[in-house]
Each structure stands twice: as structure tokens, then as C-alpha cells.
């Protein structure tokens, strides 16, 4: 069964702008791990970050993770239209890794 | 870095036929390795988790005799879809983590699209 919840279902930008996804969860964690998805293809893994961190960033990324509310937030900077695909977050307790619904992110040139 | 090789990337299968999915690590060993079915445009659904020389573990509502799992090696895992039908038509994707790596969370295979006819 899927984690929780990820918003927005979808978002279109423009290249340069900033997009941010946010994600939401209903059990406890030891980590929560961001991934993209390109159409058809495997998960190429993003970053992630531990339940007792609160931010981290990893070139034009930057994660937050927010314990008390079960939530956490991807934000990418400057974006281009390479970074065109899906995102997904997944929780991951004692080696359960369970995916949100994901946000399409399209990035028009 | 960690890779995980699956294969093959794509098949078409007849109606009532079984299939074998490989899923391989390849530069490091893999006690647990995870099984995951993606509908078009939704999200991952965990299926089971193969152990390294246990039964694999099914995820409520998964049919063990159909989507049978063996993990006979520290690098291969393998789902055999039996019987196939169309609604068994999806996107099949394993996944590992490296022991040494726990930081860099779980490596994906590139997945598996099956389409039974």
C-alpha cells in the first residue's frame, strides 16, 4: 500500500522558475527518500534525508523534512526542462519503503 | 556506485503463459531485494520482498502462486509471473540497497514492461 499523500498531483513551470513538491506521510520513518522518475524508465534516487535532519541540499535540491507534521518538501532551483519527469518521496522504516503518488513536474523551455 | 541490473526491459507475452523477470546486483550482494508493479501514471506498489535464502514476503493482495519469487544468490532475484493475463500488463520494477551505501537510499533497476496479448 502507498505512504501518504503528495501534492501537487502535477505542476508546469517555466524553465528558471522554482518548483517545489511536498509530500505527506502517516507512519514513522527512519528516512524519507525523494526520487525521480522519468516516463517508462526506472527510479533514480535524489536524495535523502534521516528522520532527526530537518534540511538538506544536494546541488540545485533542497529537502526539508518536518517530523511533527509527517511531512517533507522538495524544492528545485533554476529549473531546466531536462528536469522534466515524476518525483516521488518514499518512507523507508526498518527497511519498509513505501512510495507516495508522486507529481508530474513539467518544465517548459 | 551501487547498479541493479533488470531484464529484460521489455516483453509480450501470450495469454496463459509465465514469464521470468531478472533482477541483479551487480557490484555488490543483496540480502533483501524488493518488487514493485507501477499502473501507467500512478505510483509504485510494493508487491513482496525477496529474501536471500527465505521465503519472499507478499504485500496483502498480492498471489504468491502467481508472482512466484526466488532469491537464490546474494545477486539475483527473479519474479516469474504464471499464467498471465492482460490485467497482469504493468511495469514491474525491483530494487536493492547497498549494505556500504545505506546513505545513498535504494538503487532501482531500470524495470520491466510486460504486455500479455
Known amino acids: 500500500s502507498q505512504q501518504g499523500e503528495e501534492d501537487p498531483q502535477a505542476l508546469s513551470i517555466q524553465e528558471g522558475e522554482n518548483a517545489t513538491m511536498n509530500c505527506s506521510y502517516k507512519t514513522s520513518i527512519n528516512n524519507l527518500q525523494w526520487y525521480r522518475q522519468n516516463s517508462g524508465r526506472g527510479l533514480v534516487h535524489l536524495i535523502l534525508?534521516?528522520?532527526?535532519?530537518r534540511e538538506k541540499h544536494s546541488g540545485r535540491l533542497r529537502v526539508t523534512l518536518d517530523t511533527s507534521k509527517k511531512s517533507s518538501s522538495l524544492l528545485i532551483t533554476a529549473s531546466r526542462a531536462a528536469d522534466t519527469a515524476s518525483y516521488f518521496c518514499?518512507?523507508?522504516?526498518?527497511?519498509?519503503?513505501?512510495f507516495g503518488a508522486g507529481t508530474r513536474l513539467t518544465v517548459k523551455p | 556506485g551501487a547498479v541493479v541490473s533488470q531484464h529484460p526491459s521489455w516483453v509480450i507475452c501470450k495469454s496463459g503463459t509465465s514469464v521470468k523477470i531478472e533482477c541483479r546486483s551487480l557490484?555488490?550482494?543483496?540480502?533483501?531485494m524488493f518488487w514493485y508493479r507501477q499502473f501507467p501514471k500512478q505510483s509504485l506498489m510494493l508487491m513482496a520482498t525477496s529474501n536471500e535464502g527465505s521465503k519472499a514476503t507478499y504485500e496483502q493482495g498480492v498471489e504468491k502462486d502467481k508472482f512466484l519469487i526466488n532469491h537464490a544468490s546474494l545477486t539475483l532475484s527473479t519474479l516469474t509471473v504464471t499464467s498471465a493475463h492482460p490485467e497482469d500488463s504493468s511495469f514491474y520494477i525491483c530494487s536493492a540497497r547497498d549494505p556500504g551505501r545505506v546513505s545513498y537510499g535504494y538503487t532501482f533497476g531500470s524495470g520491466t514492461r510486460l504486455t500479455v496479448v
Open positions: 534525508i534521516r528522520s532527526n535532519e
Open positions: 557490484d555488490f550482494q543483496a540480502t533483501t
Open positions: 518514499a518512507t523507508d522504516y526498518n527497511n519498509d519503503m513505501r
